[in-house]
């Protein structure tokens, strides 16, 4: 063997071998591609939730609510009824235990009832859909059915059907703010009848609004027919609760709009 062959055969890798140079080399270049491959995909598959989100909301729930024959008019009013009727279920269920008044106790009764009937066929248009029933109209259901006759036990300031009983904003269309149903609580006897009417009469009122705007803005017949039934049996219960507040000794009258 040459100085040459044998200077040769020091310098040249055995065959199949990769210098550890061209290894380190090589081996950040292949992660980072992979790397790059793994987050396309990731991507590609999160634009296509984004795509079948946008498709499902711009043009699959429309083209239900037009086979259907609703519009989210129609859809919001419901919403809207369920909640204000719920909290005149919540207000009425108030009157065993803390009325004396007999007059005042089938009132309560009469106007709980009715607003619970209209929570149910409310709701039932609503599921008939597949839209969701707010809590609060469940939780009024339920509060019904325990019996708006007899006195539901409580902690002081009304019964409860559930968590979110007393989740209420007030200000908007009559609806009443947790401080004025609890305020309305603490009372008893003709303090309490007083208060409790007075309520109702603002809080039936402020019901007419989104039926009469379902009335004039809706698409869905039956819908509309729902609001149409409410505003006529708001407008009979509103004289009953205001003649019986004449009664007792309150105002007994009122200047809204729905007079």
Known sequence: MTPQDSATEETTPPSGSVPESEETATAPGYDLRRRLRLMGAVLAGGLAVVLALLLWLGVLVPAKQEAAGYSDADAAYAAVAIEHNAQAVQLTALAPGRSTDDEVLALAVEVGEASAGRVRELADWLEARDI????????????????????????????????????????????????????????????????????LVEHHYGGLQPADEEITEGEDAEAIALAEAEADAIRVEVEKVRDVLANIGGPGSNDGSGS
């Open 132 to 199: 969701p029933v707010p809590t609060a109209g469940r939780e009024a259901l339920a509060l019904a059915e325990d019996g708006l006759d007899t006195e539901l036990p409580d902690d002081g300031s009304g019964p409860r059907s559930g968590a979110s009983a007393h989740s209420h904003e007030g200000g908007n269309h009559g609806m009443l703010t947790d401080e004025q149903v609890n305020g309305i609580a603490a009372l008893q006897a003709q303090d309490f009848d007083i208060a409790l009417l007075a309520a």
